[in-house]
């Protein structure tokens, strides 16, 4: 990645509560962007093991060149430099005004107020560093800041918002509010009519009147059918495929109120927000094992920070799709897969939907099922292709001495659960046993008419995988587009029985920018 394509980063915090928290939060220098862990759960017994992770500010710091500029202020610098590296972070500390420990007294925090405040942070970057555009990245109320200024901040300026953002990273956003498992809806309704502590802005009328640019917006508050995930599509607009959402799916680390809010929350959720309100449709997701912060937090997580590293710098997106499958119809009988991606050279899982995690990808006679949980968000393709991921890859990363391609995995099993009078029958049941399970070995090199491609399944390998070597066995291109490869890679014959003897993979390569 050359050094004209880096963009500043800034970097948006999440809600810190009352007053005594808003002073706590304005203590930190870099907003806890620079928090790191020393805590990761292993083995299946989740007891704790030592991993030491040095933080998201540190690490860019470190990867990827980017220098962190304050020298008693950011803002001071910003005055006093003109000609800045565009290769540079930056907190927006929208809650200073808001802290009572400077001596006057503080300003009502109001979400709008803090996306303003955001794009004249963004104004002067650009300015100083000579950048087209930045990159945000927004831990929780963060990231509707963020999309405040997209969606409405901006078009009420007659501003272009793809003109002044060019991606956005989201760490357990509630992009469609927090919601609780307890009380009937009566919990909600009571934070939204007295507003305490300002926590009505993750309610759907606030969220309509923040995310509502003036034009669009009616008095009478949002229709029944508005989703506040949606980023509406119009000229100049941040487009999906521009926003990346980072889901936790881990409630149990989750200990604030001494755990009184993951309880509220419920077990679908990383402990405050829900898992079907923690993306954008249609963004990249990637959904890691983690909870909304702490010590097991996404934020101050290795498997967050190789999400956002990649997204942001890598030059590869992969797409993985299963097409063709045929699934048996039994009555009572419905269909899960659960995926599992994991990048060669990386410590972390970059990518999980389990069961287990209540976030499986729901399957129904070859395609997305209609009815299926909300925490899905899998859409199937026209063709009736169902998602299963999205990597992106970085090139300039070191590769292995013995290799010259990117390797990552995909894991997939297929889970059928059988139903009797709307209660799952355990009569044949076999705990954590999949109907099919295996994993398939992605190698991706680069070749004089663009990517080379080799893919194998795990089942059909012989010896180690570390030693396997995919000689001969490039795919080919499917895709007669510029700029576009795919193709297909058939399931293993073991899975015939299951999904049927035209069920496949299908890989789609592009370049990522």
Request: with cysteine; net charge negative.
């Amino acid at each position: 990645m050359s050094e004209r394509e880096k963009l500043p980063i800034v970097y948006v915090r999440g809600y810190a509560g009352d007053t005594a928290g808003i002073n706590k939060a304005v203590e930190d220098p870099f907003y806890g962007f620079n928090e790191g862990s020393t805590h990761v759960r292993v083995e299946s017994d989740d007891k704790p093991g030592f991993y030491q992770f040095e933080s998201p500010l540190l690490r860019l710091h470190l990867d990827e060149g980017y220098k962190i500029l304050v020298e008693g202020g950011q803002e001071a610098y910003l005055e006093a430099h003109k000609d800045i590296a565009p290769d540079s972070i930056w907190v927006e500390r929208f809650y200073d005004p808001s802290a009572s420990t400077w001596g006057n007294g503080p300003e009502e925090f109001r979400i709008e107020h803090a996306a303003e405040h955001l794009l004249g942070f963004i104004e002067k970057i650009k300015d100083r560093t000579h950048a087209p555009r930045v990159h945000l990245v927004a831990h929780s109320m963060g990231g509707l800041v963020c999309r405040c200024l997209l969606q409405k901040i901006l078009p009420d300026r007659n501003l272009i918002p793809a003109d002044y953002v060019d991606k956005l990273f989201t760490y357990g956003t509630p992009h469609g509010g927090i919601a609780f498992d307890v009380g009937f809806g009566l919990v909600e309704k009571l934070r939204d009519a007295t507003g305490v502590n300002g926590a009505d802005i993750f309610g759907p009328r606030r969220m309509y009147q923040y995310l509502t640019p003036q034009a669009d917006a009616d008095p009478d508050g949002p229709s029944a059918g508005w989703d506040a995930r949606a980023i509406p599509d119009h000229d100049g607009a941040l487009r999906p495929e521009k926003v990346f959402c980072l889901v936790g799916t881990d409630p149990t680390d989750y200990d604030v109120a001494h755990g009184l809010s993951s309880a509220a929350v419920g077990v679908r959720s990383d402990g405050l927000v829900q898992i079907e309100n923690a993306y954008v449709p249609g963004a990249h997701t990637s959904y890691v094992h983690r909870s909304h912060s702490g010590a097991y937090g996404l934020v101050n997580s290795e498997e967050g920070y190789q999400n956002l590293r990649r997204f942001l710098f890598g030059d590869h997106r992969v797409d993985a799709a299963l097409l063709g499958h045929r699934l048996p119809e039994r009555d009572g009988v419905t269909w899960q897969a659960e995926v599992r991606l994991s990048v060669r050279g990386l410590p972390v899982v970059m990518h999980e939907r389990l069961a287990s995690h209540w976030c499986p990808i729901q399957l129904s006679d070859g395609r997305a099922d209609g009815t299926r949980d909300d925490a899905d968000d899998t859409r199937a393709d026209a063709d009736g292709a169902v998602p299963l991921t999205t990597v992106f890859l970085h090139s300039d990363l070191a590769l292995p001495a013995t290799s010259q391609t990117m390797r990552y995995a995909l894991h997939l099993r297929i889970v059928s659960l059988r139903e009797e009078h709307g209660f799952l029958s355990f009569g044949d049941h076999l705990e954590q046993t999949a109907d099919f399970d295996d994993i398939l070995v992605v190698d991706i090199g680069s070749g004089p008419a663009g990517p080379e491609i080799s893919a194998s399944w795990n089942s059909l390998i012989p010896g180690a995988i570390a030693e396997f070597t995919p000689i001969g066995t490039r795919l080919r291109d499917e895709d007669s587009g510029d700029g576009v490869w795919s193709t297909t890679v058939a399931l293993p014959g073991t899975a015939a029985p299951i999904l049927g003897s035209e069920a496949a993979v299908r890989l789609t390569a592009t370049s990522w920018d």
